[in-house]
């Protein structure tokens, strides 16, 4: 099946600091998503992102689908970007997801 | 719009007890998915279901775990004889079709099982 990495598996940073977070995969596809699970577990849509770039606010994403990769650019972090990004692509029927980076943001 | 929704938020079983989760998908959405998340790991695909249809169960563990998607109704996984090692939080997703691989799988707030 199919493989996702994610880097680095975890990054502690400063308020204010910017970062990127990367997703490669093994194989071609066409649906490939970021989610930000917070604290409390909750898993929240970030990205619908099979190839190009899109920004929300201070989230942005990019993704080379013929290199099989994506990028995840938090900006200007805040406390509350504090969690675990996963990125995850559509093999089948199913989301295969990665390991996930731990992301805490300190005051 | 509500979003996807699950109950129980949380679920606290003895060994050998059954537990069953519910998960009603988002307004328009006929297509249901559930993940598991163990401790300290990222989520993994278990059963994917149309309305009184299982169409995926390939990560479903072969015994005790049952899903259901019925005609009315929420969706249903039913865990038989919970074992500590079904300790996890299972979420639920849903998407409009599953016909097209464009299509964005909306995530439940989750229900976190502890077997004790």
């Known amino acids: 099946g199919i493989q996702v990495e994610q880097s680095p598996p975890d990054l502690i940073l400063q308020e204010g600091a910017n970062s990127t977070l990367r997703c490669n995969f093994s194989?071609?596809?066409?649906?490939l998503q970021w989610f930000h699970q917070n604290p409390w577990g909750q898993l929240i849509n970030l990205f619908y992102i099979p190839s190009g770039t899109k920004q929300n606010g201070r989230l942005s994403a990019t993704t080379v689908a013929t290199e099989r990769y994506s990028l995840l650019y938090i900006s200007s972090s805040q406390t509350t970007d504090s969690g675990v990004y996963f990125c995850?692509?559509?093999?089948?029927?199913?989301?295969?997801f990665g390991a996930g980076t731990i992301l805490r943001v300190k005051s | 719009n509500a979003g996807v929704m699950q109950n129980p938020r949380h679920l606290v079983r003895r060994r050998g007890q059954e537990a069953r989760l519910r998960c009603s998908p988002m307004?328009?959405?006929?297509?249901v998915y559930w993940y598991r998340q163990l401790p300290e790991e990222g989520l993994k695909f278990m059963v994917y279901l149309q309305k009184e249809n299982i169409i995926d169960e390939s990560g479903m563990p072969k015994e005790r775990f049952s899903a259901e998607f019925p005609k009315e109704g929420p969706s249903i996984l039913r865990i038989q004889q919970v074992v500590r090692g079904d300790s996890a939080a299972y979420f639920c997703?849903?998407?409009?079709?599953?016909?097209?691989?464009?299509?964005?799988?909306?995530f439940g707030p989750g229900t976190r099982l502890l077997v004790l």
């Open positions: 995850a692509v559509l093999y089948g029927n199913k989301l295969v």
């Open positions: 307004k328009g959405h006929s297509h």
């Open positions: 997703a849903s998407s409009p079709t599953g016909t097209s691989d464009q299509e964005t799988q909306y």
């Open positions: 194989d071609s596809v066409n649906n």
